[in-house]
């Protein structure tokens, strides 16, 4: 392996894993769309790699409230998955799929509210993943999603905890999606264990 840490990726690197957040987060927007029965537009997302520390920065600071759903990622390859999403979306998300005429309490979920986020998590990141599995031909699933709600700062707690010891990097793709009335930024983060990423790469013909 060439690589000790996901900072020692190359641009080309860089540019093959924009490209699968390019496709995946395409197939996020088509299955946003569905969901919420829109015409749903998106731009190219930011693809970045970044210490697990700063990252509470770029989503507005450690005590921004936000919505994560957390998957962890099996088959040929492993590691985890969590989509982020702030309050605005989540509560147009709730409003639209549950018909709720007021604005839910996003830090406080009910039962069905926790239920519709874990299903709009399992088809979003799906939608990565199997844009991850169809360009590299490797079986990759997913677990059942877990949904919290919390402050940035201390969610990050989690992948740090779960992935710390393989690297204190993650991969942190920021997607804006736009309808005619709002404009919604997500975000999808992925920590792959360095091996797991070496078979990504061979995977697309490309040497880690």
Do not use: W
């Not at 199997?130 to 969610?155: C, F, H, Q, R």
């Amino acid at each position: 392996m060439g690589i000790k840490d996901l900072s020692q990726l190359s641009d080309m690197h860089i540019d093959v894993l924009r490209e699968i957040g390019n496709i995946g987060a395409g197939n996020a927007a088509t299955s946003l769309a569905q969901m919420l029965n829109r015409k749903i537009d998106m731009t190219t997302p930011s693809v970045r790699i970044m210490d697990i520390t700063d990252v509470d920065k770029a989503m507005g600071g450690p005590e921004t409230p936000v919505v994560a759903i957390l998957v962890e990622i099996t088959g040929d390859i492993h590691g985890i998955m969590m989509f982020v999403v702030g309050k605005p979306f989540t509560q147009l998300l709730l409003q639209v799929l549950l018909g709720e005429e007021t604005k839910p309490d996003c830090m406080n979920l009910t039962d069905i509210e926790n239920s519709a986020l874990s299903e709009i998590g399992n088809i979003m990141i799906g939608s990565y993943v199997n844009a991850i599995a169809s360009i590299s031909n490797l079986k990759i699933d997913i677990s059942v999603p877990a949904v919290t709600a919390d402050m940035v700062g201390s969610l990050l707690t989690v992948p740090a905890a779960e992935m710390g010891a393989v690297s204190d990097k993650i991969i942190f793709v920021e997607d804006d999606f736009k309808n005619a009335d709002d404009r919604i930024t997500a975000n999808m983060m992925l920590i792959p264990s360095l091996d797991s990423l070496e078979k990504l790469m061979n995977g697309l013909g490309i040497e880690l």
